[in-house]
């Protein structure tokens, strides 16, 4: 029996390519909003970090960008995935204007030496004037 792969990604750094798909270092884009010190002007961008940070990892940013009302209260994330890139596919609202908003999107990844993807449309609204993951719209 196969064993499973507990390195998800190569090491991402400051200087990497950003895993959000942005033309922008992971320092510059993703990194600082999951180190705090930028926040997600856009459902967009909250969508693109988010998805970078399951590709670094970052759990607690996760759980920090999900509603209070649908967040659970861990979350482990599956060492045999490594995400591979992102496609955003459609946006509704979700802008500085807005209040909510939807990104339906496409993310690729290898599970356990097999390539995937997800596709979802993921709901974002405004929570304390951030912006946050709700769910996935049914």
Same mark, same amino acid.
């Given at each position: 029996?196969?064993?499973?792969?507990?390195?998800?990604?190569?090491?991402?750094?400051?200087?990497?390519?950003?895993? %959000?798909?942005?033309?922008?270092?992971?320092g510059? %884009?993703?990194?600082?909003?999951?180190?705090?010190?930028?926040?997600?002007?856009?459902?967009?961008?909250?969508?693109?970090?988010?998805?970078?940070?399951?590709a &670094?990892?970052?759990?607690?940013?996760?759980?920090?960008?999900?509603?209070?009302?649908?967040?659970?209260?861990?979350?482990?994330?599956?060492?045999?995935?490594?995400?591979?890139?992102?496609?955003?596919?459609?946006?509704?609202?979700?802008?500085?204007?807005?209040?909510?908003?939807?990104?339906?999107?496409?993310?690729?990844?290898?599970?356990?030496?097999?390539?995937?993807?997800?596709?979802?449309?993921?709901?974002? &609204?405004?929570?304390?004037?951030?912006? &946050?993951? &709700?769910?996935?719209?049914?």
């Amino acid at each position: 029996m196969p064993t499973r792969s507990t390195r998800r990604q190569p090491a991402i750094t400051a200087a990497s390519p950003c895993p %959000c798909g942005l033309d922008a270092t992971y320092g510059e %884009c993703c990194g600082a909003l999951h180190a705090g010190r930028a926040t997600a002007p856009t459902a967009e961008r909250l969508m693109r970090s988010r998805y970078s940070a399951f590709a &670094v990892d970052d759990t607690a940013y996760l759980l920090r960008t999900w509603h209070s009302t649908t967040r659970p209260p861990r979350l482990a994330l599956d060492p045999g995935i490594r995400w591979t890139g992102l496609e955003i596919l459609a946006t509704a609202g979700g802008s500085a204007f807005h209040t909510e908003g939807t990104v339906e999107f496409r993310a690729h990844c290898v599970i356990d030496g097999e390539a995937d993807d997800q596709h979802e449309l993921s709901r974002f &609204v405004r929570e304390d004037g951030e912006w &946050v993951y &709700v769910d996935a719209a049914a």
